[in-house]
């Protein structure tokens, strides 16, 4: 999905929220956002927002003299990912009935888990266990289920792409009732810092280490979303070999839609600009295979 022009003003706003968030001066912050203002001045328009996170982030970096702004959040947002999926997420799963129920179950709490979001929201710590019992209930705007359902039986490699930090601890629920049908699971992390996406080391943190039958690598990017192009040849290979695809969060969304039948999307919608684009309410979850995103939506 190519650039939106709503996506700008947000990509600016990553800078600023990134060097806030690393500590930087006033002017730190200013020179933050003139750098994101000048790539995307720079840059080709036509490919997906996510795109120009890589650029902005390496220069917020480089000015804030700091290689990931975003370590301390992330440890906070493990350490409660992993309290609340403790409590909120696995309770709700084993109230389920049957492998179906107990599946579709794991696929709430995965979204819900996407809440999780310091980039998005960054005062999240005082108020996430609220948020996150609110995700719970939260309506699907777009819900492709029983079609997954059917492709999941004959599936045998699934490929799990994880967006945040303890927003993975959810995910890891997810995974776990996956493993459980006898499904071969290879579950990708950033290779290095993008905001605050999970890296190996927050994977490692929440557990999905010690998950059976999973296989954990990275993207072999630093950047938001996924570019299926230059990813690293470990993920492109995790990528051809799957049966299934579950691309988890808004910038994979992004990167993702309209690029192979087998993937599935996995997120909360979180900024009005994709909101006005899908035709969908900002803060609503959505399931949905491609099929379902060319029947409903224009990718262009």
Avoid: H
Avoid at 126 to 148: M, T
Wanted: charged letters at 30%; proline letters at 3%.
């Amino acid at each position: 999905m190519k650039m939106i022009p709503g996506c700008i003003p947000c990509l600016v706003k990553m800078s600023i929220t990134t060097a806030k968030i690393g500590a930087g001066s006033e002017d730190q912050i200013y020179r933050s956002a003139k750098a994101a203002l000048r790539i995307l001045l720079e840059g080709n328009l036509n490919l997906p927002a996510p795109y120009f996170s890589a650029p902005i982030l390496r220069e917020v970096e480089r000015i804030l003299k700091k290689k990931d702004p975003f370590l301390n959040p992330k440890r906070l947002s493990n350490q409660a990912g992993v309290k609340l999926a403790k409590e909120l997420g696995r309770p709700y799963v084993e109230k389920g009935k049957g492998e179906k129920d107990r599946v579709f179950r794991a696929i709430r709490a995965a979204i819900a888990g996407n809440i999780a979001d310091y980039a998005v929201v960054p005062d999240l710590e005082g108020n996430l266990e609220d948020k996150l019992r609110e995700a719970f209930n939260l309506e699907f705007s777009w819900l492709d289920f029983d079609r997954f359902w059917k492709r999941l039986a004959k599936a045998t490699y699934i490929l799990y792409v994880c967006d945040n930090a303890g927003e993975v601890a959810f995910d890891r629920i997810l995974i776990e009732e996956l493993s459980k049908l006898g499904k071969k699971i290879t579950v990708s992390v950033k290779s290095g810092p993008a905001l605050n996406d999970a890296l190996m080391g927050d994977a490692v943190e929440v557990g999905l280490d010690r998950v059976d039958s999973i296989k954990l690598i990275t993207t072999g990017q630093a950047m938001m979303g996924i570019d299926l192009k230059s990813a690293g040849k470990r993920f492109q290979k995790a990528f051809d070999q799957a049966d299934l695809v579950l691309a988890k969060g808004q910038a994979n969304f992004e990167c993702l839609a309209g690029k192979d039948r087998k993937i599935f999307f996995l997120t909360l919608i979180k900024c009005r600009t994709l909101e006005e684009k899908l035709g969908l309410k900002k803060g609503s979850a959505i399931f949905a295979s491609q099929e379902m995103l060319i029947e409903k939506a224009d990718l262009d």
